[in-house]
T-cell receptor
Framework: KQEVTQIPAALSVPEGENLVLNCSFT??????LQWFRQDPGKGLTSLLL?????REQTSGRLNASLDKSSGRSTLYIAASQPGDSATYLC?????????????FGTGTLLAVQP | GAVVSQHPSWVICKSGTSVKIECRSL??????MFWYRQFPKQSLMLMAT?????????EQGVEKDKFLINHASLTLSTLTVTSAHPEDSSFYIC????????????FGPGTRLLVL
């Protein structure tokens, strides 16, 4: 059974710092991995999607890497801003599934202090 | 961009009543939609996969007779929580996967259900 874990559970940093969020998954047989942002009481916004054949994806100040063999992904946020404060979720789509269902991690609650 | 809406955004009901939540893809068609549940301080858990024109597929431990799913069209899926109880209080989020071949899912804003 695929399990997705995120470390740390919570993180507080001063504005301007670079930071790394970690995601690990127990079964390397995945189709892709995705990072999401969730603001309090709201739905999810997709940040980056990495296919299983890819090593990383970048979007603005965000960079996500994937090491499928070791079951790890990282989300790097450069020059953090207070507006980055949110819960960050990673999710994998297991191989063999017919409907691309997502298995979510436990989330990292990020607070960027002004 | 692809937009998914949910209605209502929040609902409070008495124990024993049924609650219907709608999920709509506003600018794309979605044969497949997903329903998730999120309890406080926990991550999202997939409840069921909604398929237009066929029965929904439920995850292990989710009662299909309690959580009725109807995928009425290519842009609408509904989740009905029947005979709701306080333990059903949660944040329900839907997502829709576009039919045009994109792999990502687009998520609705969620519906917060409180059963008294």
């Amino acid at each position: 059974k695929q399990e997705v874990t995120q470390i740390p559970a919570a993180l507080s940093v001063p504005e301007g710092e670079n930071l790394v969020l970690n995601c690990s998954f127990t079964d390397s047989a995945i189709y892709n991995l995705q990072w999401f942002r969730q603001d309090p009481g709201k739905g999810l916004t997709s940040l980056l999607l990495i296919q299983s054949s890819q090593r990383e994806q970048t979007s603005g100040r965000l960079n996500a890497s994937l090491d499928k063999s070791s079951g790890r992904s990282t989300l790097y946020i450069a020059a953090s801003q207070p507006g980055d404060s949110a819960t960050y979720l990673c999710a994998v789509v297991p191989l063999g599934g017919a409907t691309n269902k997502l298995i979510f991690g436990t989330g990292t609650l990020l607070a960027v202090q002004p | 961009g692809a937009v998914v809406s949910q209605h209502p955004s929040w609902v409070i009901c008495k124990s024993g009543t049924s609650v219907k939540i709608e999920c709509r893809s506003l600018d794309f068609q979605a044969t497949t939609m997903f329903w998730y549940r999120q309890f406080p301080k926990q991550s999202l858990m997939l409840m069921a996969t909604s398929n237009e024109g066929s029965k929904a597929t439920y995850e292990q431990g989710v009662e299909k007779d309690k959580f009725l799913i109807n995928h009425a069209s290519l842009t609408l899926s509904t989740l009905t929580v029947t005979s709701a109880h306080p333990e059903d209080s949660s944040f329900y989020i839907c997502s829709a996967r576009p039919d045009r071949g994109q792999e990502t899912q687009y998520f609705g804003p969620g519906t917060r259900l409180l059963v008294l």
